[in-house]
């Protein structure tokens, strides 16, 4: 199986930060591409930020040049670095993980991490 553990969301003040992060289990194979994917009440669910394999990202417009997503491939792991966060980031957060494994493509998301921005 597959397992996405994602961490870090909380309660900020507007302009603070918060750092999640999200590990894929052991057996999770080769992963591609990782990415942050964020939604809130009666919404959509939205993309944040992407991350390849190789490092190269992509990011929604409303969170360039506060968010940075990264990833360590050793951990089987990938990051999310928010910055002067604003009231309409608050939102439930989650990884997802596309790769293979076992000469099959998956894709799995993880729990959600909420993340408050008070203002």
């Known amino acids: 199986q597959v397992q996405l553990v994602e961490s870090g969301g909380g309660l900020v003040q507007a302009g603070g930060s918060l750092r999640l992060s999200c590990t894929a289990s052991?057996?999770?194979?080769?992963?591609?591409?990782m990415g942050w994917y964020r939604q809130a009440p009666g919404k959509q669910r939205e993309l944040v930020a992407t991350i390849a394999s190789g490092g190269s990202t992509n990011y929604a417009d409303s969170v360039k040049g506060r968010f940075t997503i990264s990833r360590d491939n050793a951990k089987n792991a990938v990051y999310l670095q928010m910055n002067s966060l604003k009231p309409e980031d608050t939102a439930v957060y989650y990884c997802?993980?596309?790769?293979?494994?076992?000469?099959?493509?998956?894709?799995?998301w993880g729990q959600g991490t909420q993340v408050t921005v008070s203002s």
């Open positions: 052991r057996s999770s194979g080769s992963i591609n591409d």
């Open positions: 997802n993980a596309d790769g293979r494994r076992a000469g099959l493509g998956y894709s799995t």
